[in-house]
């Protein structure tokens, strides 16, 4: 198989082009285009664009080290960027980014079920990017596990740090935070750093919190009278959620919303669910029916919301 995942190509027959983004043997490939639909075609019936790369991309080479003052060279800031693509939203790519003064010799391989694959080997410069992978968002469960090998090199007279070697089976709570602006790339993604210092653990402090009396709970915060339920309101990581766990999330919000406008006594409160195929309406109405606390509900306002919101009138 001559294509890997993530490359652009385009298609023979056809006037389409997007990522590889699933090897399914080795004469069938999957490519995902502009409208994130994977397309099962033969890998002879596409071709390599050369010369494609993803907006951000900074090509690294091996460079002469540039002098720095003890005082400015910066000896931390490795870190993996997972970045959507400009293109194609179901693909990610995965970056190298070194923010150190260093020059880094990395590599990555993958593993799973005990095969392992070299992915990608090179120098990236001192504030450079690179680009080392390309994986189809919603294959989240089938990632492989990555293997990070990193080495620090300078010309200067500063003491490398010890190599890192970052072991990491990705997991959709890695990426449940928000998305951060990646240095030198300008674009948004999740960030993971690979040489944070270890966490030292002060043993009197340990001990002292043994001892602390626990804190008075919290009160109950005040709802908004409009709730919006979907699910990119709730979560940043929805992308790798499947729609059962989207549901509980939705309703696990619903209740723990509405018992916070009963504590705070509110007139009313309006959920906006959305109209989608109705499920989460009907659950919503379903709870409704039966609560002691509400006095009636109904379709809130049909020139505002369609039918994808619901007010309740509490007792």
């Known amino acids: 198989m001559k294509y890997k995942l993530g490359d652009f190509v385009r298609f023979v027959d056809e006037k389409m082009e997007g990522f590889v983004t699933r090897i399914i043997d080795e004469q069938m490939i999957g490519v995902t285009g502009e409208d994130d639909f994977e397309i099962p075609v033969l890998a002879s019936k596409v071709t390599t664009v050369h010369g494609y790369e993803p907006a951000g991309t900074m090509k690294s080479t091996i460079v002469e080290d540039e002098p720095v003052s003890a005082h400015g060279f910066q000896t931390k800031g490795v870190y993996i960027a997972v970045i ?63 293997i990070f090998s990193i080495l620090f090199y300078t010309t200067q007279n500063i003491e490398p740090p010890p190599p890192v070697v970052y072991n990491e089976k990705f997991k959709a709570k890695d990426f449940s935070g928000a998305k951060k602006q990646v240095a030198l790339m300008n674009q948004q993604g999740w960030l993971i750093q690979m040489d ?26 005040k709802p908004a009278t409009e709730i919006d339920l979907h699910i990119e309101k709730l979560r940043n990581d929805y992308q790798f959620i499947n729609s059962a766990e989207i549901l509980d999330i939705q309703l696990a919000h619903f209740h723990k919303t509405l018992d916070a406008a009963i504590v705070h006594q509110l007139p009313e409160i309006t959920f906006i669910h ?16 039966k609560h002691q606390k509400i006095q009636t509900f109904m379709d809130a306002r049909k020139e505002k919301f369609g039918y994808g ?4 009138i509490l007792k």
Request: charged residues 25%; without cysteine.
């Open 196 to 221: 944070e210092p270890n966490l030292i653990i002060d043993s009197q402090k340990l001990k002292e919190s043994f001892f602390r009396p626990s804190e008075e709970k919290s009160a109950i915060e």
């Open 274 to 289: 959305g109209t989608g195929n109705g499920t989460l309406r009907r659950e919503i109405h379903k709870i409704l029916s």
């Open 84 to 146: 959507s693509d400009a293109k194609a939203n179901s693909v990610v790519h995965f970056y190298l980014i070194n923010d150190t003064s260093f020059q880094l010799l990395a590599t990555l391989t993958t593993e799973k079920q005990q095969h392992f694959k070299g992915e990608y080997n090179g120098v990236i410069a001192p504030k450079a990017t690179a680009k080392i992978y390309s994986a189809q968002l919603a294959d989240l469960q089938l990632w492989p596990k990555f």
């Open 309 to 312: 919101a619901t007010r309740i």
